[in-house]
């Protein structure tokens, strides 16, 4: 029997996101590739592993706001993206481009 790429299951990334080392690594590749719409989108992916109810609750934010906040090309601001990392057991740090 003759398999097509339609026959292939849709790929979930929140599946592979089983740890809070998991969507720190994931965090960081999307950060590091520099587009802000995508941090949302990524940080929704983290959010929909995590348990969506979980972090509206840790968060203090609704989850219809939170799906609204982290949909693809949404532009959450940062005190959001602040509550949402740190519901998922992880936070955002600057380290220099460059070594001196």
């Known amino acids: 029997m003759k398999k097509h790429i339609a026959d292939l299951p849709d790929f979930d990334m929140a599946q592979q996101l089983k740890s809070e080392e998991d969507i720190a690594a994931y965090i960081t590749m ?12 990524a940080l929704g992916v983290a959010a ?3 348990g969506m109810s979980e ?7 609704t989850r219809e706001a939170l799906y609204k906040a982290l949909k693809p090309n949404a532009k959450p601001r940062f005190d ?5 990392c740190a519901a998922l057991g992880v936070r955002l740090v600057a380290r220099p481009t460059q070594s001196q």
């Open 80 to 84: 959001t993206i602040n509550k949402v």
């Open 48 to 50: 929909k592993a995590r």
């Open 30 to 41: 999307v950060i590091e590739d520099g587009d802000a719409a995508e941090l949302a989108h």
């Open 55 to 61: 972090v509206a609750k840790s968060t203090g934010i």
